[in-house]
């Protein structure tokens, strides 16, 4: 952060967030729209243990709704993130190819077709789907198994045990975010999607891969720490 602002000032910090902020609209929207058109029928709290198969389709049947929302909602905003994405990669080689929402629209449109507005999406709804699925069983089951009804504070632990299972199954999940970010910037005529500062991925998995041998899947996972490539860890730093 303080590198961006020696070159570009407080407001380089801010490239990309007219985009991000359409994209985060679009998809609140989109999934209010989809909650209204298929609503999810209510059902039961259950929590005890006698019902535990009542529960787990509970669970299922929330988790599919919520997973359904969540793909139609990606789909939609997904265009504004590839948007989002270029713009603040421009930092790395000067550019201003992508300088407005609309011109950014027409010059992917020129030069990708309708597929470049969904480079990179199939990662990130993998990664959503299996945030989903992993977040919601993995509470439910602690939540029945781990927590006794007859404790006092048992209400107070459930509410915080999907919380928490969001946070350790995010950070499993950050290689489909990193691999959809990349792939939505790769090879599309910026220098920080093309050698020698990232090669010409033919897919996703490709990317994977490539990112997995460098042993940079995690790559900026952490917020105080820096993962040096594998390749350059045995040279000294000036």
């Not at 570009?8 to 985060?24: A, E, V």
């Amino acid at each position: 952060a303080r590198h961006i602002v020696e070159v570009d000032g407080k407001r380089g910090l801010f490239r990309g967030l007219t985009p991000r902020l359409i994209s985060s609209t679009l998809s609140t929207i989109t999934r209010g729209s989809v909650k209204k058109a298929f609503p999810l029928e209510d059902m039961e709290h259950v929590s005890n243990k006698d019902d535990v198969k009542t529960s787990l389709r509970k669970v299922v049947r929330e988790t599919s709704h919520e997973m359904m929302m969540q793909c139609v909602s990606r789909v939609v905003s997904h265009p504004l993130h590839v948007i989002s994405m270029r713009c603040m990669v421009q930092f790395v080689g000067r550019e201003v190819k992508y300088s407005g929402v609309f011109s950014a629209i027409g010059r992917i449109f020129k030069e990708e077709g309708i597929l470049g507005f969904f480079v990179g999406l199939v990662p990130h709804i993998l990664g959503d789907v299996i945030f989903l699925w992993c977040c919601n069983l993995l509470a439910h089951f602690i939540n029945t198994y781990a927590v006794d009804d007859n404790f006092s504070q048992a209400s107070v632990i459930r509410s915080y045990t999907k919380f928490v299972m969001g946070i350790a199954v995010s950070m499993l999940t950050y290689p489909f975010l990193l691999v959809g970010d990349l792939m939505a910037v790769n090879n599309c005529g910026l220098r920080a999607g093309l050698p020698p500062y990232a090669p010409a991925f033919a897919s996703w998995i490709h990317c994977w891969r490539y990112l997995s041998a460098q042993g940079q899947l995690f790559r900026g996972s952490s917020l105080l720490f820096r993962r040096a490539p594998i390749a350059a860890a045995s040279f000294p730093i000036d």
